[in-house]
């Protein structure tokens, strides 16, 4: 699995796994998809290309006709893409 991050107006995160063809996204507004059956030569090339927009690079590689897709979870506040802080008294 590797993170991509980058500035994006539909998304928070991309977490793509080229091995299995496969894709995680979170969305803006806190719904995360996971797509399978990704071309692998494109999760690649996200990786690869800083200057590929994510959302574009969904729309073109896994919102298509024999992407699998399944929504796995909604963000909720408790929730965070950052590691948690433990107390100061730790």
Do not use: Q
């Not at 803006?28 to 399978?36: L, P, V």
């Not at 073109?60 to 006709?65: G, I, L, R």
């Not at 965070?80 to 100061?88: H, R, V």
């Amino acid at each position: 699995m590797k993170r991509v991050h980058r500035e994006s107006s539909a998304i928070t995160e991309l977490w793509v796994y080229p091995i299995k063809g496969k894709a995680n996204v979170m969305y803006k507004d806190g719904n995360m998809y996971e797509y399978t059956n990704v071309s692998r030569t494109s999760l690649l090339n996200v990786l690869l290309n800083d200057s590929i927009s994510l959302g574009k690079w969904v729309n073109e590689n896994c919102k298509k006709e024999g992407v699998n897709c399944k929504w796995t979870c909604h963000e909720t506040p408790w929730m965070s893409l950052d590691e948690p802080e433990l107390p100061e008294f730790v």
